[in-house]
């Protein structure tokens, strides 16, 4: 495996996404440590894509925990059904939210996240927890990082 990514900087989003989707794939096959691969991916996507915040929340004891992530310290639990996470968990539907502070209960980790997709995470036909992206800015999301992150939670073996 090589460690080195291949980063577009000036690309669109769908090529941004075409491009570091193989690597993830190369980074994640083969290994089957499910902490190691999720760190990987929030690697990878925040240097392809320099996101405010990416990472997972995994389902522990009827909570949403913190888990691998990249970007500054956030909330460590979350409920079933609280903030966008815990609302993306209970209703297992991805969740594009252009405007945090229009989201009714929307949890603040940090105050310049501004527009969130969070999408359920699934292992084994099991929902096992959430990817988690935030953005500094307004409406950053849309139905191309649906498509595309959704096939990217495919790829995660653990
Ligand atoms: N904003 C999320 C909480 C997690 S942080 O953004 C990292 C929510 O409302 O669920």
Redesign the pocket.
């Known amino acids: 495996m090589a460690e080195d990514l291949t980063i577009l900087k000036t690309a669109s989003k769908e090529e941004k996404y075409q491009s570091i989707i193989p690597q993830i794939k190369a980074l994640v096959e083969g290994e089957d440590d499910l902490i190691a691969n999720l760190a990987n991916v929030c690697a990878a996507l925040k240097e392809q894509f320099g996101w405010f915040?990416v990472?997972f929340?995994l389902v522990k004891n009827d909570e949403?925990v913190?888990g691998p992530?990249q970007?500054?310290v956030?909330?460590t639990r979350?409920k079933k059904g609280?903030?966008?996470?815990?609302?993306?968990w209970e209703r297992a539907e991805v969740l594009v939210?252009p405007d945090?502070d229009e989201?009714p209960?929307?949890?603040?980790?940090?105050s310049a996240?501004k527009s969130?997709i969070?999408l359920p995470f699934y292992l084994n036909n099991k929902m096992v927890g959430?990817l988690?992206v935030?953005s500094e800015y307004l409406a950053h999301f849309d139905d191309i990082d649906a498509k595309y992150l959704k096939e990217i939670l495919s790829l995660i073996n653990g």
């Open positions: 915040w990472g929340y949403l913190l992530f970007g500054p956030a909330c979350i609280k903030g966008v996470c815990g609302a993306s939210v945090v989201f209960g929307h949890i603040a980790c940090a996240s969130e969070v959430v988690d935030d």
